[in-house]
């Protein structure tokens, strides 16, 4: 019994000294939220104590660089809100419709096959996707508009809309997949066995209970198209845009905060740091938006106790 | 019963809007068909897209015109070639002159019947798109054109070069090395970390306040917009730490932090799929926790493990808002050779190349998403295949 004994002496040192390396493993993760929040939150205070933070969210005038400029956010979250309502509106039926078959009318053999292509589209870089947008989108719907004799612009909020909605499709579509196959069957079979039709049954039956999930899921590619940065930067404009035309250039919250970083300026200027009041708005209204799609999810977990997702 | 299914009228289950019902059912169907045809053809149409615009960047076009190496040409290398062609040929590959010598000595004091690169212009006439060039000098290469003296080669700068103010002289290789560096930092911080996280939540935490906080914060951490870490670099990393801006060490940290929640997550999954028998006999045994954990749990979980890493690895390389904040943007013509220097990456470089006016950056940023695609595509495949091959059905 001796070896065993002499092995085990320092066990009780070296055991402490390990979970303590794990804890502080754990710590970074914490240390990395707070440091993107206070980072963000002092330099947006350092902003706010120049400049009126009721105008920043009440003003319509954004007008960085000049001697007397003006820091008014009204425009630039109309812009955001216009860009990303279009995006919604593409990705939100396509990815719904998209799941809906996945998980409902194609066989396992196809399911195989198609769920991995849409994982290719969940997987090419944002910044490919703004190339796209800006070389080959953009002019097809300037010459499409030009045909019917309607001004368009180049940097459209429609086109960055457009391959944002698209980009949005997969975030959408697998986290819906994966809440209506975890519908239980046997509504299904009660639903078809009382003589419902296989629309009937999906549309008012498996539907309505996964809605928790796919709310959730909606509001996840919401906080994505709020966040996304390099599509509206390579395909819509810089200036603040106060309009209902999205034909029209626009420009977003991501937009700006990239303007007002790449450059020269000086770090403490008011045009440098109205980045981080931005980047406080964003970092807001996304924390938000995500902490109610995580407690959807949960109650939707928690009601068919699923642990996959 | 033979005309039961036949009558409608003498059916009494028979619901007369049960045609309609059929329709809707039938519309729903078809709309759901038509959402995935949509997803697919988009992704086909893109791709495809893509090669159309890139493949022609992996040729270039080369004229055969006789080059004299003298001392005066190589202190003046415009005079190395016939007027001309002066109009012509490239800039780059002019300058480059002395460079060829040094390297071949022999050269000095003879003329060359050599393949030189055209420059982007011409290079663009030839490959059939937008072009600048005056009416002589087209004459002149519709003239070459037809002795056969002008073709187009392979295009080795693509892949030797760093970027450049000269379309036809400019590659991807120091945005290559770029990347490498930069995901190197990434994966020394992130994987560790991140599976040790992993490890304690999974098997060492007791399930109390600060466990859930962490818990929380992971998932809130996942879904913070990319930029915002951008914010953090630079405030953080560059402002207070003072580390040197546009390097790989601040790039590789910060794309570290995004790719935690990544690893975290996956690799919980799979130290959760490891059966509790596992550890129990290691207990049964005599055997520490930690003993237990390190050599019996990780080794299981590690296939899985890897998965999440090489996702997370994928997505880490084709991030490109937090590293044009922290200025992983600027113009790099030599590949970094510390983690210290100036860098740029892959993604930051299409962006760069982008925004360029030149036609023949076009193809050239097409012929970047094409290499980073492919690069993607197999990492996700590898993780996939590992995933398969080490699956354990316990």
Redesign the interface.
């Known amino acids: 019994m001796k070896p065993f004994a002499l092995k085990n002496r320092h066990h009780g040192l070296k055991e402490q000294i390990i979970h303590f390396c794990l804890i502080s493993a754990a710590t970074v993760s914490i240390l990395t939220t707070f440091g993107v929040l206070f980072s963000i939150l002092f330099e947006a205070i350092e902003f706010f104590q120049m400049r009126s933070f009721w105008y920043f969210i009440t003003g319509t005038e954004w007008s960085p660089g000049v001697d007397d400029s003006k820091f008014g956010a009204v425009p630039i979250f109309a812009g955001t809100f216009m860009i990303t309502l279009i995006a919604m509106a593409v990705a939100v039926p396509i990815g719904l419709g998209s799941a809906i078959f996945l998980s409902e009318y194609a066989s396992d053999f196809l399911r195989d096959k198609l769920k991995p292509l849409l994982e290719i589209l969940a997987g090419i870089p944002t910044v490919v996707y703004g190339f796209f947008a800006a070389i080959t989108v953009a002019p097809a719907i300037v010459n499409f508009f030009d045909s019917l004799g309607i001004h368009a612009s180049f940097n459209s909020a429609l086109a960055s809309g457009i391959v944002m909605g698209i980009m949005i499709i997969p975030v959408i579509s697998s986290l819906s997949d994966d809440v209506i196959r975890a519908v239980p069957d046997s509504q299904r079979k009660a639903s078809l066995a009382l003589g419902m039709t296989q629309g009937e049954t999906i549309s008012s039956i498996v539907l309505p209970s996964a809605l928790p999930g796919i709310i959730s899921a909606i509001i996840l590619g919401l906080s994505k198209a709020l966040g996304e940065t390099m599509i509206v930067v390579m395909a819509a404009g810089l200036r603040p845009n106060l309009s209902w035309n999205p034909l029209e250039d626009m420009t977003t919250v991501t937009v700006r905060i990239v303007d007002a970083l790449v450059g020269d300026n000086e770090f403490n200027s008011p045009d440098t740091l109205s980045a981080f009041a931005l980047g406080l708005v964003l970092f807001v209204v996304t924390l938000i938006l995500n902490i109610i799609s995580i407690s959807l999810i949960r109650k939707f977990k928690e009601k068919y106790k699923v642990n996959t997702l | 019963m033979s005309n039961y299914s036949g009558s409608q009228a003498s059916n009494p289950f028979y619901d007369p809007s049960l045609n309609k019902?059929?329709f809707?059912?039938?519309?729903?169907?078809s709309?759901?068909?038509?959402?995935?045809i949509?997803?697919?053809s988009?992704?086909i149409f893109?791709l495809g897209?893509?090669v159309y615009?890139g493949l022609p960047a992996f040729q270039q076009s080369y004229i055969q015109i006789e080059v004299t190496y003298t001392e005066k040409t190589i202190a003046f290398t415009r005079k190395a070639i016939d007027r001309k062609y002066r109009k012509v040929v490239s800039r780059a590959w002019l300058r480059d002159i002395p460079k060829r010598v040094k390297a071949n000595p022999e050269l000095l004091g003879t003329t060359q019947m050599t393949w030189v690169l055209l420059n982007h212009q011409v290079d663009q006439y030839l490959k059939g798109h937008y072009y600048k060039v005056k009416a002589k000098d087209l004459k002149l290469i519709q003239a070459m054109q037809e002795q056969g003296k002008i073709e187009l080669h392979f295009n080795k700068i693509f892949f030797t070069h760093g970027d450049s103010k000269i379309p036809e002289n400019s590659g991807f290789k120091s945005a290559v090395v770029g990347s490498i560096l930069t995901l190197l930092v990434t994966m020394v911080v992130a994987f560790?970390?991140g599976v040790?996280?992993a490890?304690?939540?999974e098997e060492?935490?007791e399930d109390n306040r600060w466990t859930q906080?962490?818990e929380?914060?992971?998932?809130?951490?996942a879904?913070?917009?990319?930029?915002?870490?951008?914010?953090?670099g630079?405030?953080?990393f560059i402002?207070l730490f003072g580390m040197p801006r546009s390097s790989p060490l601040v790039g590789g940290l910060t794309l570290a932090?995004m790719t935690?929640?990544i690893i975290?997550v996956s690799a919980r999954a799979a130290l959760r799929s490891v059966p509790d028998s596992i550890r129990q006999a290691g207990y049964g045994l005599?055997l520490?926790?930690?003993q237990v954990v390190q050599d019996h749990v990780l080794p299981l979980a590690f296939p899985g493990i890897m998965t999440g890493s090489i996702i997370g690895l994928?997505?880490a390389?084709?991030?490109?808002?937090p590293l044009?904040?922290i200025?992983m943007?600027a113009f790099i013509p030599d590949a970094p050779s510390s983690i210290f220097e100036s860098a740029t990456v892959m993604?930051?470089q299409?962006?760069t190349w982008?925004?360029m006016p030149e036609r023949a950056y076009?193809e050239r940023?097409?012929a970047g998403?094409m290499l980073?695609?492919s690069v993607?595509?197999s990492l996700?495949t590898l993780a996939?295949y590992l995933r398969k091959r080490f699956e354990v059905k316990w």
């Open positions: 019902r059929h809707k059912a039938k519309a729903f169907k709309f759901s068909i038509a959402a995935i949509f997803s697919i988009f992704l893109f897209d893509m615009k560790p970390l040790m996280t490890v304690y939540l060492f935490a906080l962490v929380v914060n992971i998932n809130n951490l879904a913070i917009p990319s930029i915002l870490f951008g914010l953090l630079l405030a953080v402002a932090l935690l929640p975290i005599g520490t926790k930690v994928s997505q390389m084709g991030e490109t808002a044009i904040i200025g943007i993604p930051a299409l962006f982008a925004g076009v940023t097409a998403i980073l695609i993607l595509i996700n996939i």
